[in-house]
Structure formats: C-alpha cells, structure tokens
C-alpha cells in the first residue's frame, strides 16, 4: 500500500516499528523517523507473544508499514530454550504478517545468514535452498515462512550487525580490544559479509519508499572476507600493528550452536532493485570515523 504523496514530493507514511530499543530498532527510528510518521514500540509497550493483544493494538494504530525490528538474537541460549525463540521469531512475526495483511500495509522483517548450512564456497543467493544448523536458524528460518503471509512482505537478511547505539557485535568487540592494545581473537577461516547498521536503515527506507517486488532481500554489505582479514582491515584503518590480532580456528572454539562457517550472502538482488550496498570496508572506514 503506498501512502499518498506529501507536499514535500515524498511518500510519507504511518509507521509502526516494533523492537524500537535494540540495536536495529533505534537506528531505525531516527532513520525512518526522519520522513515517515513513526511510532515505536518496545518490549515495554507490548508483549510480541500475546497474540490477541498485538492484533488489537495493531488494528486500533492501523499502521501503513510494519517493520519488525524485535527478535530473540542469543543464538547459544536458543539451544536451550527453543520455545522462546520459535515464539519470538517465527509465531510472533506471523501474527503480524496477519495484522498487515489485514490492513493493506507493508511489512519488513529482519531475518539472518544462519539459515543457511555454511558449506558453500561462494555467496549465497536468495534462491539458494536454507539449510538451517541451530534452533535459533530455525526460528528464524519459520519466521521468513510467516512473514510470507503479509503479501507486500520483504525479509531482509542481514550478518554480523555493526555500528548503532549498542556496541557489543564482534566488529565492535574487534575494535575495542585493538584500540586498547589487547590482542583480538578472530576466526582465520569464517567468512562473513558484515552489515553496518545505518546501511540498512538506509536500505530499508528504500524498500519503503520504492516497495520493489515482495520477498527475501540479502541486505548486507558488498563483498566478504574472513574475520581475519576483517580485523586486519580495522587494524590498517586505525593504524595499529597487526600484532594485535590473534588468529583461532572454528574447530578451537566450542559454541552451543553451530555457525556457518561460510555465511557470505549475495546482495545482488537488492542493487537491480535499484540500492546497490556500499562495501563492508567502506562501512568500516565510517563505523571508526564516527565512533
């Protein structure tokens, strides 16, 4: 549903963004916040597995947009209690897929790489088939299935989230290790495509705006490297010897759930609906400019 066209020459809509205090969900509110009508909520506001109560809240606000920034993101702990997970990421996101349907509106939801098996050897593309390894990949991968109810739904998968007002990503943890002169453990054979959390606000106000054919989006950051080689670009960038990362293998640390070991994504789809992503160096250079 697109919203009628302002006296700005925009298209400016009514906005719902749900899971507004993590991570995603602030830079999402000051990004959307600066041409939509927004209205945030958290985990205070509402409870996402009271089902009835989301549906009635959703109804009487009557959003033109959707966007599910909430979600249940500590993958070890998932192993444990997988309930809270598929309630979280798979059955709440359906009751709002079902809520926007109702109303005509948009729905953007957050999804990740971890859907995938991680024994490829180049990025995956949206058509390739999940092979999810962990409970938390899987509820994940049941919350895309249900963000399919809402007809102009977009699943965004994004990886190894950067940047924003929370600083606790593995960039992150990089970073602060290397500026304190502390040696920083980094994966010498995981490969990742980073995603830098103002590139996605910045994508999903496109979406928004542009609504391009419904469907998964890989919303990362152009381009993929081992963490190693990630860390040795923070390290050229700040100008510290690389002396100040140490090199682990997967195999030397013992995880509850399983990652995948090569989780690079494609983000083609998303540059020929017209936003091409800048490169994950590129984000880099701008995470440490403004941090």
Request: with cysteine.
């Amino acid at each position: 549903m697109r919203a009628a066209e302002g006296t700005d020459g925009a298209d400016r809509m009514t906005v719902l963004i749900v899971g507004a205090a993590g991570q995603l969900g602030q830079a999402m509110v000051t990004r959307l916040g600066s041409e939509h009508d927004v209205t945030a909520w958290t985990r205070q506001d509402i409870d996402l597995t009271r089902h009835q109560d989301v549906r009635e809240a959703i109804g009487e606000l009557a959003p033109q947009a959707i966007v599910n920034c909430a979600g249940f993101n500590q993958v070890d702990a998932a192993e444990d209690d997988q309930v809270t997970a598929l309630e979280v990421n798979a059955m709440a996101v359906g009751t709002l897929a079902r809520a926007a349907a109702m109303l005509d509106a948009v729905l953007v939801h957050y999804s990740t790489d971890f859907v995938f098996a991680g024994t490829a050897s180049t990025p995956y593309a949206e058509t390739d088939m999940p092979e999810p390894r962990s409970a938390y990949a899987q509820s994940k991968l049941v919350g895309e299935w249900l963000a399919a109810d809402a007809p102009n739904h977009y699943v965004l998968r994004v990886e190894s989230l950067f940047g924003g007002p929370h600083r606790r990503s593995s960039i992150d943890r990089i970073v602060d290790l290397v500026r304190s002169g502390q040696p920083a453990p980094v994966f010498a054979d995981r490969v990742v495509s980073p995603s830098f959390v103002p590139d996605v606000a910045e994508a999903s106000a496109f979406i928004l705006r542009t609504q391009p054919q419904a469907g998964v989006y890989h919303c990362v950051n152009s381009g993929h490297a081992t963490w190693l080689t990630v860390g040795q670009e923070i390290v050229k960038q700040l100008g510290r010897s690389e002396a100040a990362l140490k090199p682990v293998s997967v195999g030397d640390v013992k995880l509850r759930a399983q990652r995948p070991q090569f989780a690079a994504l494609d983000n083609a789809k998303l540059a020929r609906a017209g936003h091409p992503m800048p490169s994950w160096q590129d984000a880099v250079r701008r995470y440490l400019s403004a941090s």
